[in-house]
């Protein structure tokens, strides 16, 4: 799961010795998973027995709390991304890049994100109406202090989704939410 080898977390180290609180909490925020409690329970119950080496080991564990679950959705994918956004730190990671983002762009240039998680998204979306501000300071501000100016006009109001025909090409797409901008 990690996207950069030399990275000391992996999924195995989170699963086998992260905290009841701390695994509730990253399948419960970055899986935005409902059963999140009853999986860290089962897995911390599990591993008293023995260490969780597989994924097959996991997708047991989460298979006996939330059942085989629907043909288009296996009942362990919300679970495996929170492990896999978590080891990467990936919200962290795009948030960072986003901080200051709109400086990579030439005046003119284009910045277009495509987000698969509603976590993502919602980092991408506010990041992009900052940029799109006129000003920062509160809303009763009398006058602008803040010094921030536009820094780019926004393409898409809303994000743009996959149509069918490309969900039935590429069902994998059938999350995917793109957002563009233009540098002023």
Same mark, same amino acid.
């Given at each position: ?21 701390? &695994? $509730? ?6 899986? $935005?998973?409902?059963?999140?409690? !009853? ?16 994924? +097959? #080991? ?12 629907? !043909? ?18 990936? &919200? #962290? ?5 986003? $901080? ?19 976590? $993502?998204?919602?980092?991408?979306? +506010? ?5 799109? !501000? ?51």
């Amino acid at each position: 799961m990690r996207m950069d080898r030399r990275q000391t977390v992996d999924a195995r180290q989170i699963v086998n010795a992260f905290a009841l609180e701390q &695994l $509730e909490r990253i399948f419960r925020v970055y899986g $935005e998973e409902p059963r999140a409690r !009853r999986i860290a329970q089962a897995i911390v119950a599990g591993r008293k027995q023995h260490t969780l080496e597989t994924t +097959a #080991q996991l997708v047991q564990l989460i298979e006996r709390i939330k059942g085989r679950g629907r !043909r288009d959705h296996h009942p362990a994918t919300q679970v495996f991304q929170a492990l896999r956004i978590a080891v990467n730190q990936e &919200l #962290q990671q795009l948030e960072q890049f986003l $901080e200051r983002g709109y400086e990579t762009l030439r005046p003119g240039g284009r910045m277009v994100i495509i987000s698969f998680h509603s976590l $993502e998204d919602r980092i991408v979306k +506010a990041a992009f109406r900052k940029w799109n !501000r006129a000003c920062l300071c509160p809303p009763r501000a009398l006058s602008c202090r803040c010094g921030w100016s536009q820094k780019v006009k926004l393409l898409t109001k809303k994000p743009i989704m996959p149509s069918a025909s490309e969900i039935h090409a590429n069902p994998r797409a059938r999350s995917a939410k793109m957002r563009a901008v233009e540098r002023m």
